[in-house]
């Protein structure tokens, strides 16, 4: 990151790298908590100490809870969820968004519609989902879908219309067809808004899945924690906070580098706001 | 542009609402679907009409509004303060964002099981979560705004004597208002979102209240009212906030090229 006058020390602190701080700070904290859980400071009840969050990080991880359903089988049940509503969402809007931004008309249309539907919260449709489709998992897929649906479309429709029109006219100069213009100008010019999309998306996407599955649902990390909570174990409420932060902070690092190698072209790219 | 050119504009923009709302029309009155569970836009407004007594509607609107405000807030003062002295104080900086980066990947939602945990069914736990709703986007895009002042701004301004904290309140943290400006844009619509969850999955009021309730009650009409009205609740507070911003936003720019 780029640093501001006043901190162009060259990153270092007392001679140690940021990273090191960082570890170290956190260190101390962890140490913190320990020492005033054990000397009767935090109730355990509600600040579990670090060790009892250790061991049962390593149960969860072993025995599962509710018994027989690890982690693992919870991480796996959230992944799938987000993936099918997510892949649903870029099937459905990467090409209406292409079609609405080569439209001036279409976009005007559209732009009032989306503009509302992205301000319904989508948890707010969870009733509507239960009501229609019951407590299922098709209910908690479409939620995703309509979450993921109107950032891609918007970054979509946006990536349409932002292409360099000299890319067009050149296109166009040299002869393309109409369909050519299209799969070679366009959709390649567009692709790194799309990517950017469906990066904000995932993101998204993944807010939505831990609300939805705390309703009805024994399978996924939002039950897991919403389980914890009827029982109120805060470890495990704790621990599963742990997992669903590196699940998280996981799936950012694998869509960065997916960009990096996938669209090169696509540096210094400013992304549409959520 | 001239007037008529605007007028088809508007009207185009309304075109695609009112044909969502024909098709929908069309459906519900051929009845392909039972109208109770899918009930048609003249049954919305009745069931509105009906259902639903005005004053205790606006008792669930204010006391959503009220959690926000609260929450927001709190968060924002925070998210703004923590994000100017990292910002600017280097080391303690690095000291503060090592847990703020260890939590922010977990979203706000997450922490509701928690907060119930800490704080109960009540007011504080619902706080809590639009509290760290509108906190992370804010505080993060202040910093952002801090670190990346141009340096020639900083070092224009310590050339003409300007040091210490008159540096930092003249000069940096005006230079850092756009980005603590769209920190706070994001973080109300988080805040907003965070605020229907919590109400969902624990409340006995709010809007959220109102819909969860009514699927219980299988007032499918009071569900879909409930969720347009907080549709325009959202937009019509992001446009206040917006307005509020850009304006702001504008006069810092031009007293910079002035």
């Known amino acids: 990151m780029k640093r501001s006058v006043r901190h162009s020390k060259n990153g270092k602190i007392f001679g140690l790298s940021e990273y090191i701080i960082k570890i170290i700070t956190i260190i101390i904290l962890i140490i913190l908590w320990e020492f005033f859980s054990r000397v009767g400071y935090l109730s355990p009840l509600r600040f579990p100490r670090p060790s009892k969050l250790a061991i049962t990080l390593w149960e969860l991880m072993t025995v599962g809870y509710p018994i027989g359903i690890t982690v693992w089988l919870h991480i796996k049940a959230t992944v799938c969820r987000i993936l099918q509503g997510y892949l649903l969402a870029a099937a459905f809007a990467i090409p209406m968004g292409l079609i609405i931004g080569r439209s001036y008309l279409l976009e005007q249309a ?8 992205r301000s319904v919260a989508t948890i707010s449709l969870l009733p509507l989902a239960i009501a229609w489709f019951g407590v299922d998992e098709l209910s908690r897929i479409l939620l995703i879908a309509y979450g ?5 479309l918007t970054n979509t429709i946006q990536g349409v219309k932002q ?4 890319f067009i006219n050149a296109g166009r100069m040299l002869g393309a067809s109409r369909r050519q213009l299209f799969f070679r ?3 390649p010019a567009t692709l790194p808004r799309i990517f950017a999309g469906m990066k904000i998306a995932l993101g998204v996407g993944f807010m939505v899945i831990i609300a939805v599955e705390m309703i009805g649902t024994i399978q996924g990390l939002g039950a897991l924690i919403q389980q914890a909570r009827f029982y109120y174990s805060s470890d495990i409420a704790i621990d599963g906070m742990i997992f669903i932060g590196i699940l998280g902070l996981l799936i950012s690092i694998v869509l960065d580098r997916l960009e990096q190698i996938m669209l090169p072209w696509a540096v210094g790219l400013e992304e549409v706001e959520r | 542009m001239s007037n008529s050119s605007f007028g088809r504009r508007l009207w185009v923009s309304w075109a695609g609402f009112i044909t969502l709302l024909l098709i929908w029309q069309i459906i519900s009155v051929m009845k392909l679907i039972n109208p109770v569970v899918f009930p048609s836009p003249t049954g919305v407004i009745k069931a509105a009409l009906t259902d639903v007594p005005l004053n205790r509607l606006l008792q669930h609107i204010g006391i959503s509004l009220l959690r926000v405000v609260l929450g927001f807030t709190i968060g924002a003062t925070l998210g703004i303060i923590i994000g100017i ?5 280097y080391r303690l900086g690095r000291v ?7 939590i922010r990947p977990i979203p706000p939602l997450a922490w509701i099981p928690l907060a119930i945990i800490w704080l109960g069914l009540g007011e504080p736990s619902k706080v809590l979560i639009i509290f760290l709703g509108a906190f992370f986007p804010i505080v993060t895009n202040t910093y952002k705004g801090m670190v990346n002042i141009e340096p020639n701004i900083i070092r224009a301004a310590q050339s003409l004597g300007l040091q210490g904290r008159r540096l930092l309140l003249r000069v940096a943290i005006p230079a850092s208002l756009p980005d603590i400006a769209t920190g706070m844009r994001v ?5 907003f979102g965070c605020m229907v969850a919590a109400e969902l999955i624990a409340a006995r009021s709010g809007l959220g209240y109102l819909i969860m309730h009514a699927r219980q009650t299988g007032q499918i009409a009071v569900i879909v009212y409930g969720v347009i009205l907080i549709g ?6 992001d446009f206040v906030m917006q307005e509020s911003i850009i304006k702001r936003k504008l006069k810092w720019q031009f007293l910079s090229t002035s």
């Open chain 1, 110 to 117: 559209a732009n009032p519609v989306i503009t509302f539907a």
């Open chain 1, 148 to 152: 993921c649906y109107w950032v891609i």
């Open chain 1, 163 to 166: 292409v360099d029109i000299n």
């Open chain 1, 185 to 187: 100008v366009i959709l």
């Open chain 2, 85 to 89: 002295v990292s910002g600017w104080y």
């Open chain 2, 96 to 102: 503060l964002w090592a847990p703020i980066d260890l």
């Open chain 2, 187 to 191: 973080g109300w619509s988080y805040s």
């Open chain 2, 232 to 237: 325009v609740i959202n937009l019509l507070t």
